[in-house]
């Protein structure tokens, strides 16, 4: 089994084509996005769906290699309305650091494609605000990217972001 993945490797490390950047160039994007098929677990009243919701944020990258860029981003998840909750909705803020390794394709309209890794930390929003959040947690992700024509970046990610709530029992009289 290591064998095979050490030759997949060196496989993929032949067949790299061209640099994607200089070393030590910059690059800032900004996002737009759709967040799909969101879900979140209650502890006690197990997973439930989020309706879909819009996303924005900023990305940051340093290429420490021609092909390797590291860097850091912050992505706003608007608030959407979790189904069969009367009315919550909730939302994320997550800040993380992030790497990539581009493959420049040398194709003029897909000209690279990256493997793309994010960790960071997640800032749960709940509305209404009465609801206590205990803390808010660790914030992942895990996908693919390409840029095409130079000027469009088109990106698939899986994200994970954990929070707690306080349980708490208001009694009224």
């Known amino acids: 089994m290591k064998k095979g993945l050490l030759a997949l490797l060196l496989a993929v490390a032949l067949v790299t084509p061209v640099f994607a950047a200089d070393q030590g160039a910059m690059e800032l994007d900004i996002k737009a996005g759709f967040n799909l098929m969101a879900n979140i677990d209650v502890d006690g009243e197990g997973d439930a769906d989020v309706d879909p919701a819009f ?44 790497a990539k390794y581009v493959f420049d394709l040398g194709d003029d309209l897909f000209n690279n494609i990256y493997p793309l890794v994010q960790v960071g930390y997640g800032i749960l929003r709940l509305d209404p605000d009465d609801i206590d959040i205990d803390s808010n947690g660790l914030y992942w992700g895990i996908g693919v990217g390409t840029t095409i024509k130079e000027c469009v970046v088109l990106e698939l990610l899986y994200s994970n972001a954990n929070a707690t709530l306080k349980v708490g029992y208001k009694f009224a009289f």
């Open 55 to 98: 996303t924005a944020g900023v990305d940051f990258f340093y290429y420490v290699m021609p092909q390797l860029a590291i860097g850091a981003g912050v992505q706003y998840v608007f608030n959407s309305e979790i189904d069969k909750s009367n009315g919550t909705k909730t939302g994320w803020t997550n800040l993380y650091a992030q």
